[in-house]
C-alpha cells in the first residue's frame, strides 16, 4: 500500500475507532466517513463492508488475546489462565458496544471478515479451558463453542445499562460455574 494510501486508511481506522466507541457497531458508516472528511465510496474502498471495518478494528485486539492466551498457558496455572483470559475478552469486546451480536454471527460465517480472527481467538480460549479441565479444575461437559458464548454473553451484559452494574459479579457467578470446587477460588479475584 502507498503511504499515502496507508496513512489515509489508518486515519479511517482511527476515526471508525472513535465513532464505533461512542455509538457501538451499530454506528453510521456515513457519519464515519462524514468525521472523516471523506466520501462513502472512499471508506468503502477501504472497507467494502462493515465486517470489514469492524475486522480491521477488532484484528488487534482479537490477535492480542490469542497471544495472550498462548502467553496465559506457560505461565499461570489453569484456572488462573481461563480466568485472565475471560476477563480480557470481556474487555476486548466490551469495547464496542454492540460487537458480541457480530462476532457470535461470524464465527459461524466462514465467509465473514470476522471469522478468521474470532475463530482464532475461540481456538486460544479452547486451549486454556481444555488445559484446566485437564487438570481437574474446570467442568468437563462444556467445550470451546459454550465457552465463547458465555464469554460473549458476559461482554453483551457490560453494554447493557441496566444491567452493566451486575456484570462483575455475573462474571464470578458464570466463572464459579465453570470452575469445580478446586478452581473456584481464583474465581473471585479480579
Known amino acids: 500500500m502507498r503511504a499515502d494510501a496507508r496513512k489515509n486508511h489508518d486515519h ?3 476515526v471508525a475507532d472513535a465513532v464505533i466507541t461512542e455509538q457501538g457497531a451499530d454506528a453510521s458508516l456515513r457519519d464515519i466517513a462524514r468525521r472523516a472528511g471523506v466520501g462513502l465510496a472512499t471508506l468503502f474502498r477501504h472497507f467494502p463492508t462493515r465486517e470489514a471495518l469492524l475486522e480491521a478494528l477488532l484484528r488487534d485486539g482479537f490477535d492480542e488475546l490469542t497471544a495472550r492466551a498462548a502467553e496465559l498457558e506457560t505461565t499461570s496455572p489453569p ?7 475471560l476477563r480480557d475478552f470481556v474487555a476486548c469486546a466490551h469495547n464496542y458496544r454492540g460487537v458480541t451480536a457480530a462476532m457470535m454471527t ?4 466462514p465467509q ?8 482464532a481467538m475461540r481456538s486460544a480460549g479452547t486451549r486454556l479451558l481444555a488445559r484446566a ?22 461482554a453483551w451484559l457490560h453494554d447493557q445499562p441496566a ?13 464459579n460455574a465453570i470452575l469445580t470446587k478446586s478452581g473456584v477460588a481464583s474465581a473471585g479475584e479480579g
Open 12 to 14: 479511517l481506522l482511527a
Open 79 to 85: 484456572e488462573e489462565a481461563l480466568v485472565a483470559w
Open 106 to 109: 461470524a464465527i459461524e460465517d
Open 112 to 119: 465473514s471478515a470476522l471469522h478468521a480472527s474470532c475463530e
Open 133 to 154: 479441565q485437564a487438570e481437574g479444575v474446570a467442568r468437563t461437559d462444556i467445550d470451546g463453542t459454550d465457552l465463547f458464548a458465555l464469554a460473549g454473553s458476559l
Open 163 to 175: 444491567l452493566a452494574p451486575r456484570a462483575d459479579r455475573l462474571f464470578g457467578v458464570v466463572v
